[in-house]
């Protein structure tokens, strides 16, 4: 193979969220697979860049960021010139800017799109705008990939579902596997861990009022711009003995970090949690999760009653309600965790997705390309 493949999203560095975990790992098991991988992402202004994995050709635009959107300088060329080099092209959405950037580029080759997660938080106007942009780019691409069923029916993808393609996420959850697999019941109280960036939709603020009424220590594994906010609000609840925000977790230390918990919670409460990439990660280290049900593909990846429960979003007594019983019912617990970690396995591993990708391309590359 000497087709080229080119990904464009807003950021680089799988710590910067769930959307740059999925292109680490996408990119980098491509790489192993031959096909030549090129990136084009943004760089916060003033924050340190993220290598790239060996063989994957990268660049970061350093921008400034406006309405949780990068918008570099010469982004518009920049894009082009990526394009001119790429046999294929692969879009994360949302990226509003790229978006509107590449509906001035000549289509000659093919493109895909993965959308994330639609733009939920915005004002009015702004989600109508990025809607109109969405929709004229989403008509000139050759397929649209979802990570979940639920995914798929989202209003942004109406009239485009025959080009749709449901395919869950993978990732290399060898780390989480070896950490879990050391993994034995403990003496001492329970620890909830939490894994994600400290901004509103992941509903902290919810956690905060349920960890009340939760015999439990809680780990916040994660930084970010609520995070001074919810310390206050811990201390206010008389909470922050039993509360300990640990901040940003390099990689290398993730998989211990979430072994040594007892359980993993994602309290979302917006649909621009899609999918859930930290709660995979969890489940893999065989911890039970506790999850929202948000109509995306969240209380899909792990399912109420068999590897964790889930609950209504936004409401802390639920949560509550459900981290108590996994804190009580141990036997339960451990079920839950081991069903999780079989079903991580099974469905969300970059060997299981990996080759699914692929495939896609391989359907949309001319016959000739593919054969030089």
Same mark, same amino acid.
């Given at each position: ?13 799988? &710590?910067? $969220? $769930? !959307? ?6 996408? !990119?980098? &098991? ?5 096909? +030549? ?33 990068? !918008?570099?300088?010469?982004?518009? +060329? ?31 080759? +093919? ?36 990570? %979940? ?39 001492? !109280? ?49 909470? %922050? ?34 999918? $859930? ?35 209504? +979003? ?59």
């Amino acid at each position: 193979m000497t087709f080229r493949i080119g990904h464009i999203n807003k950021y680089w560095g799988r &710590d910067r $969220g $769930g !959307v740059e975990a999925v292109l680490h790992a996408q !990119v980098s &098991d491509l790489n192993q697979r031959g096909f +030549p991988v090129a990136v084009l992402a943004c760089r916060p202004r003033h924050s340190p860049a993220r290598p790239f994995p060996p063989g994957v050709a990268g660049l970061e635009l350093e921008a400034p960021v406006l309405a949780s959107m990068p !918008v570099p300088r010469g982004f518009g +060329p920049a894009l082009q010139a990526f394009a001119a080099s790429c046999d294929l092209l692969h879009f994360h959405l949302p990226f509003p800017l790229a978006e509107a950037a590449a509906l001035q580029l000549a289509k000659r080759i +093919p493109w895909v799109a993965t959308v994330h997660a639609e733009v939920v938080n915005h004002a009015r106007w702004m989600r109508w705008a990025q809607r109109k942009v969405c929709a004229r780019f989403l008509d000139r691409v050759d397929a649209i990939v979802v990570s %979940s069923a639920n995914s798929s029916r989202m209003p942004l993808l109406t009239g485009h579902q025959p080009r749709v393609h449901v395919l869950p996420f993978g990732f290399d959850l060898a780390p989480y596997l070896a950490a879990g697999a050391t993994r034995r019941p403990r003496n001492r !109280v329970p620890v909830v861990a939490f894994l994600g960036r400290l901004v509103g939709y992941k509903g902290l603020e919810v956690l905060l009022h349920a960890a009340a009424g939760v015999p439990a220590e809680f780990h916040i594994l994660g930084d970010g711009r609520e995070r001074a906010r919810l310390q206050a609000l811990a201390a206010d609840l008389g909470l %922050s003995p039993r509360i300990h925000f640990l901040g940003h977790v390099p990689d290398a230390e993730l998989p211990g970090r979430l072994a040594a918990a007892d359980m993993f919670v994602l309290p979302s409460v917006s649909p621009a949690e899609a999918f $859930g990439v930290a709660q995979v990660e969890a489940m893999a280290a065989g911890l039970p999760v506790v999850n929202t049900a948000l109509s995306t593909g969240t209380d899909w990846v792990s399912t109420h009653g068999l590897t964790g429960l889930t609950v209504t +979003p936004g409401n802390p007594l639920a949560l509550a309600a459900a981290l108590r019983r996994l804190v009580e019912d141990e036997p339960f617990r451990l079920a839950c965790g081991r069903r999780a970690r079989r079903r991580a396995l099974e469905l969300f591993s970059i060997e299981r997705r990996g080759p699914e990708l692929s495939a896609l391309y391989q359907e949309l590359l001319p016959r000739e390309r593919m054969a030089g």
